[in-house]
């Protein structure tokens, strides 16, 4: 498969078991509160903020709608109530684990596909 036929091949699985997403923006954001929770750290909305992903205004309306539609959960800090951490509920986490093994199919096809080729 041609590079450009697995990107579109992944764009068509984004807009398929993500349609809440409507910007790189979006996908920013959940991707840094996800490698936050993996790490053990929860993120911060402050933290968030100084990834410099975009402007606080855009991040903030962004995150807003995110929340509102479920995809990433605010929880007060238990033991500084100023603080609040930014989560990935299990149904979020379900639809990216579904997603990378589909990405890392694709990215595996290729490879093999390239290492096929240039063995001719």
Not at 76 to 100: C, V
């Amino acid at each position: 498969m041609k590079l450009f036929a697995v990107l579109k091949s992944v764009r068509q699985a984004e807009r398929e078991h993500f349609p809440f997403v409507k910007s790189l923006i979006d996908f920013d954001i959940i991707i840094e509160v996800g490698i936050a929770e993996e790490e053990g750290r929860p993120l911060s909305l402050k933290q968030l903020f100084l990834l410099g992903i975009s402007s606080r205004t855009t991040v903030r309306r962004r995150l807003d709608k995110l929340h509102e539609q479920g995809i990433l959960l605010r929880q007060r800090d238990g033991s500084d109530g100023r603080s609040t951490r930014l989560l990935i509920p299990p149904a979020t986490l379900a639809r990216f684990n579904k997603y990378g093994s589909l990405v890392s199919a694709f990215w595996r096809e290729q490879a093999l596909a390239d290492a096929l080729s240039g063995a001719r």
